[in-house]
């Protein structure tokens, strides 16, 4: 019999979840509707294909691309064993979803292997409530209603907060955090090298990129949490954590999804990339000292080099790294971000107050950067004030001693 003919109505007639069917070298034989749902392909996208085609191209929790490490197909054919395990799907629109996957070996009636069956459903992201927020759910409730009703006006993205949404959302929880002792914490992501990105392929592929990012944090992210739009370029996450840790886990975790999340722009395979500042809020801190902070991690991080490195392209179907694709993607972030921090540099010189005389009097000990005589304090001035010491020592000698 034909893996169609025998895996048909397991499959087709299921409704509550996405269902696929793949024979043994991977490539999809059957895709039910809630699969078309859930990822936004169509029966007649991937029937055929290798889901490592830029199709779903899981990743798991470490970003790891799982159909060349560990993929539950794969697996469930090889030791003829059900499985299941979380993963994270490519949607068709390019962003992150979080998924429960079961795959289980798909058997002929003679007892053989003769393919896998791969069943997935929506997993719920959620974070254990503290007693404190359960005891006053009605407030939360009230609070996080009529920030949802503004949404944010520019055309880049939709069904997400504006600016001032998100300040009465930071207000209310400070005011809480104040009252009642309940912490939070935001998470400010801002999309690196979005202007080159805006000037080289327009407006329309600037608002997919957004998107993209958009998507990926909404569906990553509890359901109770604000998401809004703080600049053109900059998301911002108000969240229910109190720990430092479960943070800076969670924002590690976003930037992983983000930066494998991918769509095809221009004909191009493009990914995005973000930094980010993560924070917890103070009692003493206002809507401008909270975000700031954060904004200064954004900084920080990007000074360093802390984002998660897209430059790993994957050839998912011999599971092995471009090195030529990887080598351009490099240099292009390398250069684009050069460009971007050199105009940052500029406008933050013409701005700069006037320098005290302290700094004027280190200021004499520094060359231009890059110069011959690249002289800096505490390195190369400490050189050059002891050899002016020596030198106006000896003229002394010079003039008082050896000739008198």
Excluded at 61 to 71: I, R, T
Excluded at 156 to 182: M, V
Excluded at 295 to 307: A, F, H, L, P, Q
């Amino acid at each position: 019999m034909d893996i169609k003919d025998i895996a048909y109505d397991e499959v087709m007639g299921v409704e509550d979840e996405g269902v696929y069917v793949v024979d043994t070298t991977r490539k999809i034989q059957l895709w039910n509707r809630e699969a078309e749902r859930i990822t936004g392909f169509s029966s007649s996208e991937v029937i055929g294909h290798s889901c490592s085609e830029d199709i779903l191209v899981h990743v798991d929790e470490d970003g790891v691309y799982m159909c060349a490490n560990g993929c539950p197909l794969a697996d469930t054919m090889k030791n003829g064993r059900e499985l299941t395990i979380p993963a994270y799907l490519h949607h068709r629109d390019g962003h992150r979803m979080p998924v429960s996957i079961t795959a289980s070996p798909l058997m002929s009636p003679e007892g053989h292997v003769i393919g896998a069956i791969e069943r997935f459903v929506v997993a719920t992201v959620s974070r254990v409530a503290t007693a404190t927020r359960v005891e006053n759910e009605s407030v939360s409730s009230t609070a996080q209603e009529a920030p949802q009703e503004k949404v944010q006006k520019a055309p880049a993205s939709t069904g997400i907060l504006d600016q001032d949404a998100l300040n009465e959302g930071i207000a209310r929880n400070l005011d809480e955090l104040r009252n009642r002792d309940e912490s939070f914490g935001i998470i400010m992501a801002e999309i690196i090298n979005f202007d080159t990105f805006t000037e080289r392929h327009g407006e329309q592929a600037a608002k997919n990129y957004v998107n993209i990012v958009s998507n990926t944090l909404k569906h990553n992210n509890d359901p109770g949490d604000m998401l809004g739009l703080w600049r053109e370029d900059i998301f911002l996450l108000i969240l229910d954590i109190s720990n430092q840790d479960r943070l800076e886990n969670l924002t590690k975790k976003l930037r992983m999804l983000v930066a494998t999340s991918f769509s095809d722009i221009d004909g191009e395979k493009m990914s995005v990339n973000i930094s980010t500042g993560a924070t917890l809020a103070r009692a003493d801190d206002s809507i401008e000292s909270l975000t700031g902070r954060a904004v200064n991690i954004i900084r920080m991080n990007k000074m360093m080099g802390i984002s998660y490195d897209t430059s790993r392209e994957l050839n998912t179907e011999s599971g092995t790294e471009n090195d030529s694709v990887k080598e351009e993607a490099k240099n292009k972030v390398h250069t684009d971000s050069l460009v971007k921090e050199k105009k940052e540099v500029k406008k933050k010189v013409r701005k700069a107050p006037k320098a005290s005389k302290t700094k004027k009097a280190r200021s004499m000990f520094s060359a231009k950067p890059g110069s011959l005589f690249d002289i800096r304090p505490g390195t190369y001035g400490l050189i050059a004030i002891m050899i002016f010491i020596w030198m106006f020592i000896y003229w002394m000698w010079e003039t008082f001693y050896r000739y008198n």
